[in-house]
Each structure stands twice: as structure tokens, then as C-alpha cells.
């Protein structure tokens, strides 16, 4: 098995999210639903999506297993497919992790039915406990609990895993008011998980760049393990500081989530300066969450100091016709330029 904490020892580790939304934009999965029956449906779609991503630079290969709980499954009445859901995605990753030597992931999420005390609890930890069985038994090197925002669903993950013998990646969804559903900071989020056992802790997801990015000093400073940066790759704002609460000038004013957000995508430019700026505040596990293309995750790993297979690709405009300053360029075509 691949190790987690000795690939950090030897610098950062880049992770791909994104893939609910990117197989939605390819057409092999419905918004609204968001459930990853693509994985039966079309198992190659996912496996050359793996494949990019790796090729763009991810160290890790995660399953995609995300929203395919029992709870979403009976919320949309396939609660039948559950285990072989789990298990294909899991397979077709593992395939793709060993064949290009990176870290298999498994991956549990929030349920959407938790809360405190309530009858759900149990029913969340079954659910927890039958996800993260099928990802050891299939060769997880880790586990990716994402997108929390109720410490005490992340902590019930948590310890789901640990008891599995896997390291874990807890990572929280902070929405409009900066805070989580039963605790106030995200930091002291990051802090029970550190206590808790999580080999790595952070935020994934929900916020963009700018507005993920003034949380990380807080969190670097409240914990010692390592810490994860996973932003989903829109232009959030102060104002609307979530992509959920993003609204469209040009419609209106009208909610951009989940399938108009494209005006708000980010350059992979403003993903590369988000990575080199969580860098220099001491964060090593990096990502980019839904809305993640090849090129995102590329712009990520060169900031990480990484060279991806697709780095031999990575943009010389000095080749340019128009805009290039390569011997050949025509000057005529320089001047051209100038009036496009």
C-alpha cells in the first residue's frame, strides 16, 4: 500500500475532486440528483477521468463514491444499487491507482440526514461503516470524509475509520457565516479532528479560492498535522463567499448553483496563485473540488513544484502567431495582434 504521510514528508500532495460535476458537464450524470450512477452506467467515462487527472497531476485517485450513500440512494429510490455502486467505483479507481502508482482513495461524504442526537445517528454510522468495508477490502490506501458541516457527522466518519486501520482526510464545508452547523470556527473543527486521529484536516469544497483562502493561516496555526486546501474553482466573493450563493447579474440576479456557475469559473492562473499562496502559509495537501478540470488540477501541481505528464503541454504563448516572440514569428503577425 501507497503511504499518505510519507508522500507529505517529501512535499505536497496534490488531490483531485470534482468529479460529480464534471461527469454532470459531460453529460453522464443528472444535476439535482448528483448521484455517481456513471460509475455503472458508463464505468470508461470514469476510468479516462481518472486517468486525466493523474495525467494533470494528481497524486491521488479517489473513488467516486461521493452522494452514493444509502441515504441518497433512498432519497431517489435506488437504494438496490448501493454495493455495487461502491464497489465498481472502487475498482475502476484501484485500477487506475496501481497502474499509474498513486494513492487510492476511498471516499465517504455528508448524508444530509444527520443531526445531534437524533434517530439518524446510527443509520449515518451504518452507512459509514458499510462504505469505508468496502473501501478496505478493495486496497484503500486512505480515506477522503468530505464535505462536512456538522463536526460531530465528520467526528462519526472519523472514527468509522480509524477502526478501519486507514488514514483519514477530514475536510469541512464552511458556508455564509464562516462557521459549521455545531461548532463556531472551522479551526476548532480542524482541532478535534487532529485530536481525534485524522492524518490530515482542512476545508474542501463551497468556497472558492478567495474566500477559502483567509481561513487557512487561522487553520494552520490551530493544529499540527498537515492541512488540505480543496476550493471549488469559482470566482466567490466577501458578498458571496459561497457558490451556492452566487447570483447572476446578467439573469436577473438569478441563483447560479448548481448548473450556471460557468460565468464564474476561475482561470487556472487564480488556481495557481490560490496554491502558491496556501504554500507559503504552510499548507500541503491541495486540491480543487467541484467544477475541477484537467487544467485546474495542472495549474495546482506546477505551483506545488510538481511536473505532471501534462506539463509537456503547459502554455508557451512565445509560440504564438499572433502573440509569440519565437524566431519565425512573422513581425507583420506581431502587429496584428495589436487590432484583434
Known amino acids: 500500500m501507497a503511504d499518505l504521510s510519507a508522500m507529505l514528508e517529501r512535499g505536497p500532495v496534490v488531490c483531485a475532486e470534482g468529479y460529480l460535476f464534471e461527469c454532470e458537464r459531460r453529460g453522464y450524470l443528472q444535476a439535482g440528483a448528483f448521484v455517481p450512477e456513471v460509475v455503472l452506467d458508463h464505468p470508461e467515462v470514469v476510468t479516462e477521468l481518472h486517468r486525466e487527472f493523474v495525467h494533470a497531476g494528481s497524486d491521488v485517485v479517489e473513488a467516486f463514491t461521493y452522494y452514493g450513500h444509502r441515504q441518497k440512494l433512498r432519497v431517489i429510490g435506488k437504494e438496490d444499487i448501493l454495493e455495487p455502486l461502491n464497489r465498481q467505483a472502487l475498482s475502476v479507481a484501484a485500477a487506475v491507482a496501481r497502474q499509474t502508482g498513486t494513492l487510492l482513495a476511498g471516499n ?3 448524508t444530509n440526514v444527520y443531526e445531534p442526537s437524533s434517530p439518524a445517528v446510527p443509520e449515518v454510522r451504518a452507512a459509514f461503516e458499510e462504505q469505508v468495508a468496502w473501501a478496505a477490502e478493495a486496497g484503500a490506501d486512505m480515506i477522503i470524509a468530505e464535505t462536512f458541516s456538522w463536526l460531530g457527522e465528520a467526528l462519526l466518519a472519523l472514527e468509522v475509520i480509524r477502526a478501519a486501520g486507514l488514514p483519514a482526510v477530514v475536510t469541512f464545508a464552511v458556508h455564509r457565516d464562516g462557521t459549521l452547523r455545531d461548532v463556531d470556527s472551522p479551526e476548532d473543527a480542524c482541532r478535534q479532528a487532529e485530536q481525534a486521529g485524522a492524518t490530515v484536516v482542512g476545508l474542501n469544497c463551497i468556497r472558492g479560492p478567495r474566500t477559502m483562502l483567509p481561513l487557512l493561516g487561522r487553520l494552520r496555526e490551530a493544529v499540527s498535522c498537515e ?8 470566482r466567490t466573493t466577501e458578498a458571496e463567499p459561497t457558490m451556492q450563493s452566487l447570483r447572476d447579474p446578467v439573469r436577473g440576479g438569478a441563483q447560479a448553483f448548481p448548473t450556471s456557475l460557468d460565468p464564474f469559473t476561475c482561470t487556472r492562473e487564480e488556481l495557481s496563485e490560490f496554491a502558491a499562496a496556501a504554500l507559503a502559509l504552510g499548507v500541503r495537501y491541495l486540491g480543487v473540488c467541484c467544477g475541477a478540470a484537467p487544467h485546474h488540477i495542472r495549474a495546482v501541481a506546477e505551483a506545488a513544484g510538481h511536473t505532471p505528464s501534462a506539463s509537456r503541454y503547459s ?25 484583434l
Open 108 to 110: 465517504v461524504c455528508n
Open 227 to 234: 492541512v488540505a486546501a480543496l476550493p471549488v474553482p469559482y
Open 315 to 339: 502554455p508557451d504563448m512565445s509560440r504564438h502567431s499572433f502573440l509569440g516572440t519565437a524566431p519565425g514569428i512573422t513581425p507583420s503577425y506581431q502587429d496584428y495582434a495589436t487590432r
